[in-house]
């Protein structure tokens, strides 16, 4: 419905006037939501921290309305200029006046009943007037769409975040992949990319529904960067964007414990990734602070979790998502399905590997986080079935001539080009029909782990997964690091070798397999972690080379604060480089400090700090030999890197 209404006081979104009737949906000793409507005219949704010297940041939705702009009001002076850490600040005249920062610019959005975003547009800014009495900031209004933004209200007692926002260190304004839609974090402003009217969602349209969708992965890769950049800066305003990340999270959370997500279908399907990155998150923030409202959304959350499983014949399965719990909600998807029974699975079970492995990880960091243990005979049986699974080995004779020729298919366009007439007659084949049949062959004869080491996403008919290789070998990590006894190593070894042995790093650059080329990193900073060898930091320099070829950002894992990887009290504040081309992996974890230090350019670039640096670091070059530079500043030499670590 369209209406007309006058100026928006901003003074009103964040003291609700006499009336406007807020509820109340969240409070704790250090965080608290509420949320009202003005009918007709909007909706608000404000967060208030306690400590933080009444700093809030407040959440509009407007209506569409039939005017030509939509017009804010602030009471005094203001000054409006470009913020450095993203978006801008209005400054007033009055020094007893707040601060306010819009992190990004407002937008038109559309929506579906299910709440996914259906269409955006960003406003046009029109102009900005100040007079004696107040100012008045003006934006381009439609009838079509809601108008949605967030501004934060720093007062005087708060220009500790002022500061903050002033001056950000070059390590906070560098892209961090994120881990669902493969777009790049930059610091505070973007947090307000992904966490739109108190919900967390995707930087991307479904390329089919053309939608976007909440989405709890994305809300744990920021939680991780924003851990991260607050241990690399102390500042209070990381502190205070986690704790807005987690509550927005939690309030999404349905009745029955889960994250629900209409990916796929109109009736809103839990995707288990998504719900599992909730608990991780959720288990994070349990393991840095004891909180009630925390642990009673993890505790209903791992119940959820724990019923999304299958019994087979070689263990417990956990699904990928809800869909796959009957034969009659695939029906219901429109999805184009082959039921089977391979392995005793049920016949709707796709058996996909990666978020299987993620919920085994996901239930044992809840054991030990929380300390009920009723899930462990799941979780023990869940590992029992993978390594059976990966332990799974048939038909050589069929398996080793078919993935020599799918590896044809895998080649990037000039080598490809170098084939003789016959190969590339074989690469098509393969390609057009050997691939689109592969799941009978799985099916006769089950198995994950293929000659040459490459990875299986999954035992059913979906398409051909060999961008999930390295999300496969990121969660193979994972597990690893919980369960060390485990005979992962020869898996892991031929699998990172089926990349680097190959041409699959530069088919993945070349294909633009964003997701690929961000895990493959993600998997190499676990693999650094969990040992020392040269190798793997060789090939993670290589593969940060590659994905910022690629114009990706790095995964938040390399800020150095990966909570499955280091503990609260063992983390090592990452470097910050003075030059914004130079990019870190910090290693640094139990109790060791290691820093990785990649140039991307094509000229050498001296190594200087702006923050952090430990002088204390030996540095070695990409052939592990020594470096010293002596009086003179070491240098990084193009496309190159070093490697420091503590001695």
């Not at 914004?580 to 000229?603: F, M, Q, W």
Request: hydrophobic share 40%.
């Amino acid at each position: 419905m369209r209406s007309n209404h006058g100026p928006i006081a901003v003074r009103d979104m964040f003291e609700p006037p006499q009336g406007a009737g807020p509820r109340t949906e969240t409070r704790t000793d250090d965080f608290e939501r509420s949320l009202w409507e003005a009918p007709g005219k909007a909706a608000f949704i404000l967060d208030r921290f306690p400590d933080a010297n009444g700093a809030s940041c407040c959440f509009l939705r407007l209506d569409p309305i039939d005017a030509e702009t939509t017009r804010f009001t602030l009471e005094g002076v203001y000054g409006m200029e470009s913020c450095p850490s993203g978006g801008w600040l209005l400054r007033p005249l009055e020094a007893t006046l707040p601060t306010y920062w819009i992190p990004r610019i407002p937008v038109f959005r559309t929506f579906d009943v299910q709440h996914r975003i259906l269409s955006e547009k960003p406003a046009t800014f029109a102009a900005l007037t100040p007079t004696p009495a107040e100012s008045t900031i003006e934006f381009e209004a439609r009838g079509d769409a809601y108008l949605e933004c967030a501004v934060w209200r720093l007062p005087p007692g708060a220009s500790d975040l002022v500061s903050a926002l002033e001056q950000p260190l070059v390590v906070e304004r560098q892209p961090v992949f994120m881990l669902a839609s493969h777009s790049s974090f930059r610091g505070p402003a973007d947090v307000y990319v992904y966490l739109l009217h108190g919900h967390v969602y995707e930087d991307r349209f479904d390329w089919i529904r053309k939608r976007k969708i909440c989405c709890e992965l994305e809300a744990y890769a920021i939680y991780v960067a924003l851990h991260g950049l607050e241990a690399a800066t102390g500042k209070k305003l990381y502190r205070l964007l986690k704790r807005q990340i987690v509550y927005s999270v939690i309030s999404r959370q349905a009745p029955d414990g889960g994250w629900h997500h209409g990916e796929w279908t109109d009736f809103m399907e839990s995707h288990y990734r998504f719900h599992n990155a909730a608990m991780l998150m959720l288990e994070a923030a349990l393991e840095e602070a004891p909180n009630a409202d925390v642990r009673a959304a993890l505790e209903k959350a791992a119940s959820y979790s724990a019923t999304g499983t299958d019994r087979t014949d070689i263990g417990l399965w956990f699904l990928h998502d809800s869909l796959e719990q009957s034969p009659e909600l695939m029906d219901k998807s429109g999805a184009t399905w082959i039921p089977s029974r391979e392995l005793g699975k049920s016949p709707a079970t796709k058996m996909i590997l990666n978020s299987h492995l993620d919920a085994i990880v996901v239930l044992d960091r809840y054991r030990e986080v929380s300390g009920d243990s009723q899930y462990a005979e799941r979780v023990a049986s869940a590992l029992g079935a993978t390594r059976t699974l990966l332990a799974l080995r048939p038909a050589e004779w069929l398996y080793r001539p078919l993935y020599w020729a799918i590896r044809l298919t895998l080649l990037p366009v000039p080598e490809a080009k170098r084939l003789s007439l016959p190969l590339r007659a074989l690469k098509r084949i393969t390609r057009d029909y050997a691939i689109p049949q592969l799941y009978r062959v799985k099916r006769r004869f089950p198995r994950m782990v293929m000659p040459g080491g490459l990875i299986e996403r999954h035992l059913s008919r979906l398409h051909f997964g060999v961008n999930y290789h390295s999300v496969n070998i990121a969660d193979l990590s994972r597990v690893w690091r919980r369960f060390p006894h485990e005979n992962l190593r020869g898996i892991l070894d031929g699998a990172v070798n089926a990349v680097t042995q190959t041409s699959l790093l530069r088919y993945w650059v070349e294909a633009r397999q964003r997701q690929a080329l961000g895990y493959w990193v993600e998997a190499l900073y676990h693999l650094c972690t969990l040992t020392r060898e040269h190798a793997y930091r060789r090939h993670l320099a290589e593969a940060m080379l590659s994905a910022l070829e690629a114009g990706l950002g790095l995964p938040p894992s390399l800020l150095g604060a990966h909570p499955e990887a280091v503990k609260a009290g063992q983390r090592v504040p990452c470097p910050s480089p003075k030059d914004t081309r130079l990019r870190v992996a910090n290693l640094s974890c139990d109790g060791r400090h290691e820093i990785l230090v990649v140039n991307p350019a094509n000229a050498a670039i001296d190594l200087a700090w702006e923050a952090n640096l430990d002088r204390g670091l030996a540095w070695v070059s990409a052939d592990d030999r020594s470096v010293s530079a002596g009086d003179s500043p070491l240098s990084v030499p193009p496309r190159g890197w070093l490697l420091g670590h503590g001695q």
